[in-house]
């Protein structure tokens, strides 16, 4: 049973193409405004003190 195909098409599955443009805390639901080069883990909610997570 050769297929003949290449690769099919299971890339496209998001809604919305590009990653997530802020940090949220997921204690208090804080959001911040995601910086260039710092990963969200490394900000911390300024109410709660929690790691904020990006993705
Ligand atoms: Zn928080």
């Known amino acids: 049973m050769a297929g003949g ?3 099919g098409g299971a890339a496209a599955g998001r809604g919305m193409g590009g990653p997530p443009a802020k940090c ?3 204690q208090c639901g804080y959001e911040a405004a995601k910086k ?3 990963p969200c883990r490394r900000m911390k909610c300024p109410k709660c003190g929690t790691p904020l997570v990006g993705e």
């Open 5 to 7: 195909r290449g690769r």
């Open 36 to 38: 260039r080069g710092l």
């Open 24 to 26: 949220v805390c997921p």
